[in-house]
């Protein structure tokens, strides 16, 4: 069981984290951080808000937590609002494209300029220079040109899961925490430039070096005994052996193929085709709850391969925590999944939904000062 946390003290608490990052990394990198209880204030523009806001689940999972403020960027009043925001700030992240932020004047040398001790992390697709930096794209733009799909069954849609845009999101929370670390130090701020294809090419490193070294492609994570299998019951289940021989032992033993348990590493990889189609038929035979069980008793690295109703009802996923309920202002409760991170005497789950758009700028500019007419209220 996980050790217990804190109802109310969060490691972040009294940090401040203002975001001009729209979408998907900026937006689970602030997620993360306010969930460990920075403030983050969001800025979006008044009308429309972040693009994300046209995809209301997409947007509830990744916007809880945080405050919104709604500033107009091209005009006066919202640059001098967006400079007492920085002034009062310990970092700011952002997600345009390489120059808009210079462009509109809250790039980092103007945030520099009101406040030396900021932290301002900048995501992009392809980073601040180099030939692509004007270039739009999307994670499987990011993906194909870091050699990801390279040889992959997903070549054609990429991975399910946006992981240029969650990697390069965790990337940002260092850049944050490695900022605040320098700060403490000397007492100068920091900018780090995140790029989405960076993360990406960096990440691929272990297939990267041996290629560009002539050196043996690993292979480790191919053969007949890593990948998914569909039971008796039509179910799938994830077998994930590598190159371990004890667990091919342990299965094939289970499996009933025991002729083949002494059939190494490099050998099951050269005979792929004829090993796979002897674990089809011998895994056809039983249910998948079946197979689960005596694979596990066994030893034996396997999983089921849950649809996302499955999800939140796996029992490690239970056990561990990571679906809570947030209720709202009006209340009303929505299920959200915890950020990842458990740290013993601190509270790290969320505590309320994601904002209407311009929900807290009264609350966060207002004070005894007149809202500047181009810092749009809450509806």
């Given at each position: 069981?996980?050790?217990?946390?804190?109802?109310?003290?969060?490691?972040?608490?009294?940090?401040?984290?203002?975001?001009?990052?729209e979408q998907y990394p900026g937006p689970y990198a602030t997620l993360v951080l306010a969930d460990l209880g920075a403030d983050v204030i969001q800025v979006e523009r008044p009308v429309g808000g972040d693009p994300a806001r046209q995809f209301p689940g997409f947007y509830a999972a990744v916007a809880r937590n945080k405050r919104s403020v709604a500033l107009d960027l091209k005009s006066?009043?919202?640059?001098?609002?967006?400079?007492?925001?920085?002034?009062?700030a310990d970092a700011?992240?952002?997600g345009f494209r390489p120059g808009t932020v210079d462009r509109l004047g809250v790039g980092y040398e103007h945030a520099r300029a009101i406040n030396p001790a900021i932290v301002y992390v900048s995501i992009s697709g392809y980073g601040q220079d180099g030939p692509y930096r004007g270039r739009p794209g999307h994670d499987?733009?990011?993906q194909a040109i870091a050699g990801l799909l390279a040889g992959s069954e997903s070549a054609t849609t990429g991975t399910e899961l946006q992981i240029g845009d969650l990697t390069a999101g965790m990337f940002a929370i260092i850049a944050v925490a490695l900022g605040l670390m320098h700060r403490a130090r000397t007492g100068s701020g920091l900018y780090v430039d995140v790029s989405m294809l960076d993360v990406l090419v960096s990440m691929n490193a272990a297939r990267l070096v041996p290629a560009m070294n002539s050196l043996a492609e690993p292979l480790f994570m191919q053969g007949p005994a890593y990948r998914t299998y569909v039971a008796r019951d039509g179910k799938r289940l994830a077998l994930a052996i590598a190159h371990e021989d004890?667990?091919?032992?342990?299965?094939?033993?289970?499996?009933?193929?025991?002729a083949y348990g002494d059939v190494g590493s490099d050998e099951r990889i050269a005979r792929t085709s004829e090993l796979q189609e002897l674990l089809e038929r011998a895994l056809s035979t039983r249910s998948r709850a079946e197979w689960v069980e005596l694979l596990v008793a066994a030893d034996?690295?396997?999983?089921?391969?849950?649809?996302?109703?499955?999800?939140?009802?796996?029992?490690?996923?239970?056990s561990r925590g990571l679906v809570v309920e947030v209720e709202g202002a009006d209340g009303t409760s929505q299920a959200h999944v915890r950020q990842p991170l458990v740290i013993p005497g601190f509270s790290t789950t969320p505590s309320r939904p994601a904002p209407r758009l311009g929900e807290h700028t009264e609350q966060v500019l207002g004070g005894e000062e007149p809202l500047p007419a181009a810092v749009v209220p809450a509806p």
């Open positions: 069981m996980p050790v217990p946390q804190g109802e109310e003290q969060r490691l972040l608490d009294g940090v401040r984290i203002v975001s001009l990052a006066e009043n919202g640059l001098e609002a967006f400079g007492r925001l920085v002034a009062d700011v992240i952002e499987l733009a990011y004890r667990f091919w032992r342990s299965l094939c033993a289970v499996a009933g193929l025991e034996v690295p396997v999983a089921p391969l849950n649809d996302l109703d499955d999800v939140w009802n796996d029992p490690q996923v239970v």
